[in-house]
């Protein structure tokens, strides 16, 4: 089955700089990967998603890049804010179906 | 709205007393999803559903009964809680090439 790695656990940057959290996924036949922010006491929440047949999506401050040939994937956000600090999973998925989770990334943006 | 409702949000039990929550989701998914939620484990999927009366069982099924019987539920049933069961848990449903919309989360203690 699919297995997802996430690195770093954890991660403190100062505000305004940027931050890159980088996965890893198993299976081959995966093609959807989202990427969730979880706040204290809340649900995860989608960020953003990109899918198999595209390398990069940038919504604002915040990309996600897809390399297939070495099933690698990661979030970058730039210029980051306080209210950016939580935990981060990426997800790897078959058309929607069944998502495998990475370990989560806690972020600290100090001020 | 859209929105996955789990029920109860908090819920503190004693071991051996069969308990049951509840998951209800609005968007006519196909998919749905239990996890658990431990410091440092991520999300860790117990059960899922293809559709109705189509359960299997994820990474951590042991201890777990899943139902689907309505497109719409989607239970997660502990027939004997132990405490190594205390922990959050997520319910989550999707559609193809839809993220996973969360519910709010269950904390469960068991003492």
């Known amino acids: 089955g699919e297995n997802v790695e996430q690195h770093p656990s954890t991660l403190s940057v100062q505000e305004g700089d940027s931050a890159v959290i980088k996965c890893t996924y198993s299976d081959s036949a995966s093609n959807y990967f989202p990427w969730y922010k979880q706040e204290l006491g809340k649900g995860p929440q989608l960020i953003i998603d990109?899918?198999?047949?595209?390398g990069e999506k940038k919504d604002q401050r915040i990309a996600v890049t897809l390399n297939k040939t070495a099933k690698h994937f990661s979030l970058h956000i730039t210029e980051t804010q306080p209210e950016d600090s939580a935990v981060y999973f990426c997800a790897a998925s078959y058309y929607g179906q069944n998502f495998v989770f990475g370990p989560g990334t806690r972020l600290s943006v100090l001020p | 709205e859209a929105q996955v409702t789990q029920n109860p949000r908090y819920l503190i039990t004693v071991t051996g007393k069969k308990l049951t929550v509840t998951c209800s989701q609005n968007m006519n998914h196909e998919y749905m999803s239990w996890y658990r939620q431990d410091p440092g484990l991520g999300l860790r999927q117990i059960y899922y559903?293809?559709?109705?009366?189509?359960?299997d069982k994820g990474d951590v099924p042991e201890g777990y009964k899943v139902s689907r019987k309505e497109k719409r539920n989607f239970p997660l049933i502990l027939e004997s809680p132990s405490p190594n069961q205390t922990s959050l848990y997520f319910c989550?449903?999707?559609?193809?090439?839809?993220?996973?919309?969360f519910g709010q989360g269950t904390r469960l203690t068991v003492v």
């Open positions: 989550a449903s999707s559609t193809t090439n839809t993220e996973a919309f």
């Open positions: 990109i899918r198999s047949n595209v």
């Open positions: 559903s293809m559709n109705v009366e189509v359960t």
